[in-house]
């Protein structure tokens, strides 16, 4: 045995050529072996024989498939599968990991099963388009190994129930759309506190069987939220709560509000069901109150935050006072812009008021907001000038009674209550007639002429200039005998040109 060794020792030293022979045979079975590996565990180097490669590219649309293809190219970075056959996606569908795909296209296959492994080995997807099947639950975690995925595809399926844990750990999402399916309720879980995924900016549920929207909840989201609401063609029931949540948004020019102003619709309460527009609620139907949006009110002396809420996000905030002044760090203005972008006024002084801008500007767009700041001019613990003034209107009214009441019972008589003088009981003036409220004679004569009422007179015939009484008119007395001279005294001059008369 060692002579045999010793001699293929010596014979490797004294044939090099042999020697690189056997090397370069030991490097090809290497290369076969490299070769057969794909065929052995499911993928290629090569497009599959059912698509049409370009690139990076892969495309087994419309191939009649039933079942996706296995040997996907580990270079495939968009894989086209719609138009297809292919009614289940189960686990192994894909048997190894495509690191490099991030499209996948499974739209129009009449797919109704979607395992919830199904994405374990494409997990570096970013847009995943799923629409139109017939797809009827989205479970629990189905799309949890999915935390690349941006736009995901959903609408013109049959999906009745949406599990609030479906889309968990989807922590890039940024576009979801629902819309065309039966979902009859708002999945609020997305958009809402901690359960929100954090970069959704556009959930379209339109055209679904949602009949109540969360409003209250929906009207506290942040604008860039709302922005990207979209809940039209809806069966939503009609009140005047969803008409100013609507009208704010429209006010607000929101998207989904001026876009698809005229597709919002409402069911009218009643057998008829009667569908309408939602934006004519406050005129033609339910006369719901136009909406306008409030300006913001402060008191002397208190703390007020100024929220700069646009529709924008991941913005920078700039403010500006009432008079076009910016507000800069570091100087002694009694306003100052906090971490969040909003603007913060301590203590809130009367000049404080009027109109306050920001605006929010990012690399592409940039918005403007204006808030008109009223200041009452007390505190909020005081009425401070209001009740004064109030107390001024007061005092105002009561002297007013006061010096009436002095004129009708305190003015001297001139002639009536002196029955010897001046004129005869027919020549009474009216003016003294009317203001004298007790007699203070005993002729029973006087007292039925005045117990009397006071009536307006027909001042088509006894009018003069200015609509001012006729001196020279004529009245009857009591026994219709004789006729009385009126009182030359104007009695629009007592009663600020109202004519009365004694009847």
Known sequence: MHQTTRAGKSLLETSPSLRNHIRWVFILFLFVSVLELPLATGFTLNCHKTCICASNIVSCSKMNLTIAPTGIPLYAAVLDLSYNY????????????????????LSHNGLSFLSVEAFLYVKYLRYLDISSNSLRHLDEYMFEPLVNLEVLLLYNNQITQVDRLAFVGMSNLQKLYLSQNQVSRFPLELVKDRTRLEKLSLLDVSSNKIKVLPIGELQLLPVWIKNGLYFHNNPLLC????YSLLAHWHIRRLNSAVD????????LPGPQKTQVGVFDLNDVYMNCSTFSEADEEAFLEQT???GCDTKLRDVTKTWFLPGNVKVTSGSNQTARVLSDGSLQISPVNPEDGGTYMCIAASEALNETLYIVLKVHNFTMNGGGDNLSTAYTTLVGCLSSVVLVLIYLYL???????????????GEDSIHSSMLSVTPTHGDPVLKEELNRHVAFIDSKELQGQNGKLNPNGDDRDEAGKGKRKKSVDSISSVFSDTPMMVV
């Not at 698809?260 to 069911?267: G, L, R, S, T, Y």
């Open 86 to 105: 292919i009614t289940r996606l189960p686990a192994e569908w894909s048997p190894v990991k495509l690191p490099k795909l991030h499209n996948l296209l």
């Open 260 to 267: 698809f102003k005229d597709d919002f619709k409402c069911v």
């Open 304 to 306: 007020l935050t100024l």
């Open 239 to 242: 009140h005047c709560e969803l």
């Open 411 to 425: 003015t001297p008589c001139n002639c009536f209550c002196c029955p010897n003088k001046g004129k005869s009981r």
